[in-house]
């Protein structure tokens, strides 16, 4: 089984809250909240396929220059193994809408525990709020 390269952007808004999507159901992880991203395709870094991903499916435009690595994860489901590359978004334009249809979730820090994630992203998450209080809002731009 081929492993899936992913690119996943955290993105935070100026009141300290953190933008999550909904998977849909008929996907892997279906009905699920995750940081919004896709997967990198064969001729792309994992940065530029950020990038397009959230533009894609959120409508914000982003610069591969503004996408920080946060955490690398590889991850084995049974039916499904993922790299994961988690960035934080340091400037992005535009507002987050669902482009695909799928809902999104500006949610406090201390409340994404409350939604269910992929367990992919618990690590993720985990970091995430350990760190929390040298977290800065990134600006949009």
Same mark, same amino acid.
């Given at each position: 089984m081929a492993r899936v390269e992913v690119a996943a952007g955290i993105l935070i808004d100026g009141d300290g809250n953190i933008l999550l999507a909904q998977r849909a159901s008929h996907q892997h992880q279906g009905g699920k909240w995750e940081f919004p991203g896709g997967k990198v395709e064969d001729d792309e870094a994992p940065e530029q396929a950020l990038c397009r991903e959230l533009h894609e499916e959120l409508g914000v435009q982003v610069a591969p220059h503004d996408c920080q690595l946060f955490q690398h994860i590889v991850y084995d489901y049974p039916d499904k193994q993922v790299s994961l590359r988690f960035y934080k978004v340091l400037r992005f334009s535009g507002a987050p809408k669902g482009?695909?249809?799928?809902?999104?979730?500006?949610? *406090? %820090?201390?409340?994404?525990?409350?939604?269910?994630?992929?367990? %992919? *992203?618990?690590?993720v998450l985990e970091a995430l709020l350990k760190d929390w209080p040298n977290s800065k809002p990134l600006s949009s731009v």
């Open positions: 482009v695909e249809g799928q809902p999104l979730s500006w949610v *406090n %820090a201390q409340q994404c525990q409350d939604y269910t994630l992929p367990k %992919a *992203n618990t690590p």
